[in-house]
């Protein structure tokens, strides 16, 4: 019986062992698919395009935040010179009233 549950615990182990060494290489030679190289090519293209639209778009919404920030900016001016013109109206009235 020992020999056996050893023999079969072997077996075990040297299977594990093996699945454990295969998980992570491509099937490519097999399936006829492209060359690990030409896919990691490929995939490294494929980031940098995708790199490169992200930032682009960061620029674009920076932009756009810049441009929203700006026209607040002007409308809390506008908003600021209104409030100092309807002020200066009221204290002119008040004078004209007092005259």
């Known amino acids: 019986m020992n020999k056996l549950l050893a023999a079969l615990v072997a077996g075990l182990f040297a299977t594990v062992t093996f699945a454990a060494s295969h998980v992570g290489a491509p099937m490519a030679a097999a399936s006829g698919a492209a060359p690990a190289a030409a896919t990691s090519k490929a ?6 395009a995708d790199a ?4 682009k778009k960061a620029k674009a919404n920076a932009k756009a935040a810049k441009k929203t920030a700006d026209a607040k900016a002007k409308s809390a001016k506008a908003d600021a010179t209104a409030k100092e ?11 004209d009233a007092a005259k």
């Open 43 to 48: 995939d490294s293209k494929a980031m940098k």
């Open 85 to 95: 013109a309807k002020i200066d109206a009221k204290a002119d009235a008040k004078k």
């Open 52 to 55: 490169k639209a992200t930032k």
